[in-house]
């Protein structure tokens, strides 16, 4: 049994949006598992300091963005996820918030230009067009077929500026891109895995691919 100190540390970014559901369904996956890994909450540079991972959760890019400049955050966060020794999953704002380029709605967003693509903010429309979509994940995570992906004022990867860094892993039958990887650390989700109802597969697959690799 590893001490706490010596355990991996998954950071999920906690300045907005949807943090507390990541947080809850990371931990459900190390209970379950006994994955030697501590979740926590990440809104200060010393917190940030601390993680080998962080989880930028869905919610507004602009307020993210926004609220990093005001508290400092944005340097810290910025050399975090450019560190190819950190795993960082982005999903929705936080897939907005890595990305090197906005097509659109750029204003107010400083994004933290690491995953190397254009993504188009609000890519399906405003709220009312949101939508749940069951997904055949299984050709990146064995035996995942019918994975509820829950799409909410969603982008999409409009661009992939390095095909050789930035692998897409699930495309809509319109050719949308709402998934992808970058490298072995980075992976970005146009949905909200974090809002799947009792569905942590996609969690437990993002700590086993990513942080404890
Ligand atoms: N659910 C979400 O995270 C929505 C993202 C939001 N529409 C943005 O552009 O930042």
Same mark, same amino acid.
């Given at each position: ?11 999920? =970014? ?24 501590? %979740? ?7 917190? =940030? ?31 975090? #996820? ?13 897939l ?9 709605e ?8 690491? =995953? ?15 939508f749940?979509?069951?997904c ?13 992906? #829950? ?5 999409? %990867?409009?661009?992939i ?16 891109? #709402? ?32 942080? =404890?690799?």
């Amino acid at each position: 049994m590893q001490t706490e100190e010596s355990m991996k540390r998954v950071g999920v =970014l906690a300045l907005q949006g949807a943090f507390s559901e990541h947080i809850q369904h990371l931990e459900k996956c190390v209970a379950d598992n006994g994955y030697e890994v501590k %979740i926590v909450t990440v809104r200060t540079p010393e917190e =940030l300091s601390q993680c080998d991972a962080l989880v930028l959760p869905g919610g507004e890019s602009t307020s993210m963005s926004l609220i990093a400049q005001r508290t400092g955050m944005f340097p810290h966060l910025r050399k975090f #996820v450019h560190d190819p020794s950190k795993a960082v999953w982005g999903t929705c704002a936080g897939l907005i918030y890595i990305s090197q380029e906005l097509a659109n709605e750029r204003e107010l967003v400083q994004p933290l230009e690491l =995953l190397k693509v254009r993504v188009r903010r609000n890519a399906f429309g405003r709220q009312a067009q949101s939508f749940v979509q069951n997904c055949n994940f299984s050709e990146f995570i064995p035996g995942c077929h019918d994975f509820p992906a #829950v799409f909410i004022r969603a982008p999409v %990867i409009e661009h992939i500026f390095d095909a050789d860094a930035v692998k897409p892993l699930f495309t809509l039958e319109s050719g949308l891109i #709402v998934a992808a990887s970058q490298g072995d650390n980075i992976l970005a989700t146009s949905f909200h895995p974090e809002l799947a109802e009792n569905d942590s597969r996609f969690h437990d697959w993002f700590l086993r691919q990513f942080v =404890l690799k």
